[in-house]
């Protein structure tokens, strides 16, 4: 139902310790799922698209360090210094994340750099050989097929306002379980999702 977690706190009376601890827990069970599933399988006419997303919030009133955009360090170290220029001090890159989707399968993963051999390895452990993949980075629409990446862009959106603006920020050390879950809940859409839940920790755990 999506109710956030004081809400959770109130309408059950358990303390919030608590409350995080059994929301972790059910977060564990879907991200167990996700993990499962085999690798995914992409063609001309439905090709895998990937694209890399940057989860960072915003200043608030116009206030304080601003993100830098098109400018990019030595390195893709997130700390990694850049020329200051009133508004811009240390680089603030935020939490990077890189996507794989087809379908109702998607597949988020938190990274904490972005270089080809990191993401060169979760595409071949995703993906099966010789799948048909779309990168947002060279191309929106794909001149051969006409597939666009459209449907990641959406899906990266609905992510972030997700976890983001409804959650106001998660820890870094949970941010793989938070996407496991907005992953899980497009996965399993076309179900009753609390019967699906009771289904995969029945699966988890038997």
């Keep these: 139902m999506e109710i956030p977690m004081h809400s959770t706190v109130t309408l059950t009376g358990k303390s919030f310790n608590t409350i995080t601890d059994w929301f972790n827990m059910c977060r564990e069970v879907c991200g167990s799922i996700i993990q499962a599933r085999g690798q995914m399988t992409g063609d001309d006419d439905n090709p895998i698209q990937i694209d890399e997303a940057r989860f960072a919030g915003r200043r608030k009133y116009n206030r304080g360090r601003m993100l830098i955009g098109d400018e990019r360090p030595l390195s893709e170290d997130s700390d990694a210094e850049v020329a200051n220029n009133r508004n811009h001090g240390r680089r603030i890159d935020g939490l990077w994340v890189f996507g ?19 993401l060169i390895t979760i595409i071949q452990r995703e993906c099966e050989v010789g799948s048909v993949i779309l990168n947002h980075q060279q191309n929106y629409v794909d001149p051969a097929s006409g ?59 038997r």
């Design 100 to 118: 794989l989707k087809k379908g109702h399968d998607c597949r988020y993963f938190y990274v904490h750099r972005r270089d080809a051999h990191t």
């Design 147 to 205: 597939a666009n990446t459209q449907s990641i862009e959406r899906s990266w959106l609905d992510a972030k306002i997700k976890i983001l603006r409804k959650m106001r920020g998660v820890p870094n050390q949970l941010l793989q379980s938070h996407l496991d879950h907005y992953c899980w809940r497009l996965w399993r859409k076309n179900g009753d999702l609390f019967d699906e839940f009771l289904n995969d920790i029945r699966t988890v755990y």
